[in-house]
Structures are given as C-alpha cells and as structure tokens.
C-alpha cells in the first residue's frame, strides 16, 4: 500500500507561479505511472500530467502544455507538478495519484491540495 501526500497549494495571482509536491510513503515501483489531476468547483476530475517512473515518459493536457511542468525525484520519491502562467480556470483541487503502467486504473490516490488563482 502506498500513501500519497501533496503539498504546495495556496492562492496565487493569475500569472503567478507554484509548485506542487507529491510525496509517496515509500519507494514506487519502476513499472508505474504517476499523475497529477484536478477537480474545479462544480466539474468532474480531469486529467493534468502523467510521468512514468521508469523511462520518465510524460505527458499532459493540452489546457496545461506548455505552462505546466511535472517531474520526479527518486531520492524523495517525490513527483513535482510545476505550473506557470496560472489562469483563473486553473482553479481546483489538485490531486497525485499512482498506478503500474500495464494497468488502467489509478490504484492509489493522495487527499488533494487546494489551488486558488485570483483574476
């Protein structure tokens, strides 16, 4: 079992930056998958980036390409979620989750961290 803690939401001024932190409660496999997702008020969770622990493969949303950077570090076991350029509709409850690559079904999910950006 695999806990998921993130940390690094706040409030922030469109055009802003922050730097979101996702640690795991100990080492993830090589196999799996680690992703970032987001829940706005009144929508349904959406997806934001993926990174492969192994061979780093990403990829992201095309809402977020280009401002938003995810990223791991092994020592921490930790995956970063970098996000430049806020915009207000970037406003949502950020959530890390894991899964093993072969599978479709994100296994392990943290409680969320608030990102609040104001216009």
């Known amino acids: 079992q695999v806990q998921l803690v993130e940390s690094g939401g706040g409030l922030v001024q469109a055009g802003g930056s922050l730097k979101l932190s996702c640690a795991a409660s100990k080492r993830t496999p090589s196999n799996y998958v680690m992703g970032w997702f987001r829940q706005a008020p009144g929508k349904e969770r959406e997806f934001v980036a993926r990174?492969?622990?192994?061979?780093?493969?990403?990829y992201y949303a095309h809402s977020v390409k280009g401002r938003f950077t995810i990223s791991t570090s092994n020592a921490k076991n930790t995956v970063y979620l970098e996000m430049n350029s806020l915009k207000f509709e970037d406003t949502a409850v950020y959530y890390c989750?894991?899964?093993?690559?072969?599978?479709?079904?994100?296994?392990?999910w943290g409680q969320g961290t608030l990102v609040n950006v104001s216009s």
């Open positions: 989750a894991g899964r093993p690559s072969a599978g479709t079904v994100w296994a392990y």
């Open positions: 990174i492969s622990w192994g061979d780093n493969w990403i």
